[in-house]
């Protein structure tokens, strides 16, 4: 596992403007065709681009679950099988292809807390 710079801030740029959201407050992006979705604790922010550049940007609490999704490992409350449950309730799905590998980045980043 790669040891990333943690950045404070992501900027979510789109020809409305530019919006700067704490990375804290984001709780997973999800790929919807070239668009990326940013589902934070208030709102669902969206832009053009993709997972490949995103995962450039991000550091170890993103862990690509799913072929569309990134979820922040700081805002999971439990995974179980092929489930990801978050603190606000939401419940994603995670790929087969990716649940060992997921499984093992969530009890990686929980025994760094």
Do not use: P
Not at 16 to 33: C, S, V
Not at 34 to 59: C, M
Not at 61 to 66: E, I
Not at 83 to 88: D, P, Q, S, T, Y
């Amino acid at each position: 596992m790669e040891n990333k710079v943690r950045r404070k801030y992501f900027a979510v740029i789109t020809k409305q403007g530019t919006t700067r959201l704490y990375m804290k407050d984001i709780l997973y992006f999800e790929n919807d065709l070239r668009r990326i979705h940013v589902h934070t604790v208030h709102e669902v922010y969206s832009y053009y681009g993709s997972f490949k550049d995103l995962e450039v940007l991000v550091d170890d609490r993103f862990c690509r679950c799913h072929y569309s999704l990134m979820v922040n490992l700081d805002k999971v409350k439990s995974i179980e099988r092929y489930v990801i449950n978050l603190e606000n309730g939401e419940i994603l799905t995670v790929s087969q292809r990716k649940y060992l590998l997921t499984k093992a980045r969530y009890l990686a980043f929980l025994s760094s807390l």
